[in-house]
């Protein structure tokens, strides 16, 4: 059955994404950093927003909530009970659902900590809105939380149906592409991958969603316990990484620092 609903990315900043979820007559936005260029859209679109959905409590995802409720008073603002971000109006934990009855949509909280200790995903018809926790061939830096927790936020994340479609807030995918190919060289999926992200920015279009069966096979992050990597990450290392995934992830995400 054909979604109710489009999604459309609107740029933000340097490189972020905030997600418009809408459609003819009703829209909702995924972690608004700003709100200038969410007014535009909704103007454009002759569009009213009921509502926005929150990730984590970073600037560049809620940095525009005040001046959105300021224009829409009556927001319905989701996010997660964890971080207490201003403005929310119903605070979530895992397991919550969500109806956004206008644009026939529910979508379930999933709790993936790491990036921020708080930060929540949002899924539903297939699609997942994840924030800063997984990017297409990548994942978030970890500022808050431990590894632990990002190395089982991400296999939440991956353990979802392969065509999943993945809806981050970042712009970060060539890059990433470009670190899993050293990580990963003989990876048919990647070349193939970079090749498409490559000529999608250089049409200007935005490389995502990515799909999370994709991620799974190409996704270093998904793929720390693959002996596939074992080669680039001893010789990272010094030394022979073993075979423990949390420690080969660990390794991983530090390398991935430095780049
Ligand atoms: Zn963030």
Partial sequence: MPNSFSIVPIPAFADNYLWLVHNDRKAWIVD??????????????????????????????CGGVAELRAHFPDLTIYGPAAEAIPGTTHPLRAGDEISLTSLDLTLTVLEVPGHTLGHVAYLGQ?????????????????????????FHSLAQLAALPDETAVYCAH????????????????NPELQDWAREARAQRARGEPTLPSRIGRERRANPFLRSADAALT?????????????????????????????
């Fill in 171 to 186: 712009e970060y995918t060539v890059s990433n592409l470009a670190f899993a190919a050293r990580v990963d060289p003989h």
């Fill in 126 to 150: 297939d699609c997942l809105f994840c924030g800063d926790t997984l990017f297409a061939a990548g994942c978030g830096r970890i500022f808050e939380g431990t590894p632990a927790q990002m």
């Fill in 32 to 61: 608004p950093g700003e709100a200038a260029p969410v007014l535009t859209a909704l103007q454009r679109g002759h569009l009213e927003l009921e509502g926005i959905l929150l990730t984590h409590h970073h600037a560049d995802h």
């Fill in 231 to 259: 080669p680039a990450l001893d010789h990272y290392l010094g030394h022979p990484v073993g075979t423990d995934p949390l420690t080969r992830f660990t390794v991983l995400r530090a390398w991935k620092n430095q780049c």
